[in-house]
T-cell receptor, first 116, second 116 residues
């Protein structure tokens, strides 16, 4: 089945550690996105990528890094520089960046990151 | 910055009743989308309404858009317990600024509870 898969579902991190969240899609979508969601809040854009080997900062990119070496994969690294990383992270994809506007975004099931 | 603001923040109704939630936004849009999120899960696209449309239906969903008032409403008719979820509106800008963190902008959501 086509879809977008995030792993792991739950992740615990010690302070000062970097962690990487996985996002894989087999929808053949060009564009991929990372959002952060805090309790009772909407989604805030961290990074997005329109095409392989290209990505752009979103509203809250500080303390995060990404790579886009393959069309199917868009991993997010939460670095120790992120002051408050505990949150729910959502990955999404769309046909292309214009497609995000014209049609819809497809979301993964999310990764809940907790700093202990 | 958040473009869409949903109202009310929370809504509790009896099964079988209709549920109405509203979304207001600030700047010109290309389209407005509604998404649903079950607790701890990813978002699922429900419906997209373009700026030149006034009303759209999909099953038990009815969406209206009033661009003069910069507002939209989502009506769920004959609600079911399974409709319990958070509902988000997301606005897509009329024009891409290019290179910026544009794309979909999400509100904080309306949490809908359907009492059996």
């Amino acid at each position: 089945d086509g879809g977008i898969t995030q792993s792991p579902k739950y992740l615990f991190r010690k302070e000062g550690q970097n962690v990487t969240l996985s996002c894989e899609q087999n929808l053949n979508h060009d564009a991929m996105y990372w959002y952060r969601q805090d309790p009772g809040q909407g989604l805030r854009l961290i990074y997005y990528s329109q095409i392989v080997n290209d990505f752009q900062k979103g509203d809250i990119a500080e303390g995060y890094s990404v790579s886009r070496e393959k069309k199917e994969s868009f991993p997010l690294t939460v670095t120790s520089a992120q002051k408050n990383p505990t949150a729910f992270y959502l990955c999404a994809s769309s046909i292309d960046r214009q497609g995000l506007v014209r049609t819809e975004a497809f979301f993964g099931q999310g990764t809940r990151l907790t700093v202990v | 910055s958040q473009q869409g603001e949903e109202d009310p923040q929370a809504l509790s109704i009896q099964e079988g009743e209709n549920a109405t939630m509203n979304c207001s936004y600030k700047t010109s849009i290309n389209n407005l989308q509604w998404y649903r999120q079950n607790s701890g899960r990813g978002l699922v696209h429900l419906i997209l309404i373009r700026s030149n449309e006034r009303e759209k239906h999909s099953g038990r969903l009815r969406v209206t858009l009033d661009t003069s008032k910069k507002s939209s409403s989502l009506l769920i008719t004959a609600s079911r317990a399974a409709d319990t979820a958070s509902y988000f509106c997301a606005t897509a800008p009329w024009m891409y600024s290019g290179g910026g963190a544009d794309g979909l902008t999400f509100g904080k959501g309306t949490h809908l509870i359907i009492q059996p």
